[in-house]
């Protein structure tokens, strides 16, 4: 079955470069999507279909897809970025999330 | 405003039954795919399944297939997510969340634009 993998944890200064990866093999022919959970609500959608960002969320939110990884960058994090980000692919009419990762700003 | 409002929390015993809600509003409840997602609590994201009001057409994930029943209330815009019998394992928060793009074929292109509040279930006995 396939796999998404993220790393558990990932540190920012503030105003530098989050980013953060999700592999999976040939991850790139794939729509890989992003969301952002802060402690105790729901997630949001940061990225959809690799590289876009619903209404409503900053330019600072970026994402990427090729090979076997995808990524979302965060350009000048803010301590409000603090959150856990998932990536998610469709298979199968079932959706795939990865494992998560924590974005730590300091 | 676009929202989906689930329904409170839950203290059940094993063995009990279950059905929690997510109410839909500001948008046409049947044209939009509905799926339901588990977080157990300091875990991630896991899919259970998906729904499309318009014409019941429902996907479970594998690891949830059999265990739960996902269906809708069209006329008062409504989704459910239900239990037969509860485990102590099913303890979580459970969330439900609308596909974002307003067609009957499920497409990858696609994500989760809209999530509910989240219902948290606790089964101890």
């Known amino acids: 079955s396939y796999e998404l993998t993220q790393p558990p944890s990932v540190s920012v200064a503030p105003g530098q470069t989050a980013t953060i990866t999700c592999g999976g093999k040939?991850?790139?022919?794939?729509?890989v999507h992003w969301y952002q959970q802060k402690p105790g609500q729901a997630p949001v959608l940061v990225i959809y279909?690799?590289?876009k960002r619903p209404s409503g969320i900053p330019e600072r939110f970026s994402g990427s897809n090729s090979g076997n990884t995808a990524t979302l960058t965060i350009s000048r994090a803010q301590a409000g970025d603090e959150a856990d980000y998932y990536c998610?692919?469709?298979?199968?009419?079932?959706?795939?999330f990865g494992g998560g990762t924590k974005l730590t700003v300091l | 405003e676009v929202q989906l409002v689930q329904s409170g929390a839950e203290v059940k015993k094993p063995g009990e039954s279950l059905k929690i809600s997510c109410k839909g509003s500001?948008?046409?409840?049947?044209?939009?795919?509905i799926g339901w997602v588990r977080q157990m609590p300091g875990k991630g994201l896991e899919w259970m399944g998906i729904?499309?009001?318009?014409?019941?057409?429902?996907r479970y994930s594998p690891s949830f297939q059999g265990q739960v029943t996902i269906s809708t209330d069209n006329s008062i815009s409504t989704a459910y997510l239900q239990w037969s019998s509860l485990k102590a394992s099913d303890t979580a928060m459970y969330y439900c969340?609308?596909?974002?793009?307003?067609?009957?074929?499920?497409?990858?292109?696609?994500?989760?634009?809209?999530w509910g509040q989240g219902t948290p279930v606790t089964v101890s006995s």
């Open positions: 969340a609308r596909k974002s793009d307003a067609t009957s074929s499920l497409s990858y292109n696609y994500g989760m634009d809209v």
């Open positions: 500001g948008y046409s409840f049947s044209n939009y795919w």
């Open positions: 729904i499309y009001p318009g014409d019941s057409d429902t």
């Open positions: 040939n991850i790139g022919t794939r729509n």
């Open positions: 279909g690799d590289t």
């Open positions: 998610q692919v469709w298979d199968s009419s079932s959706v795939l």
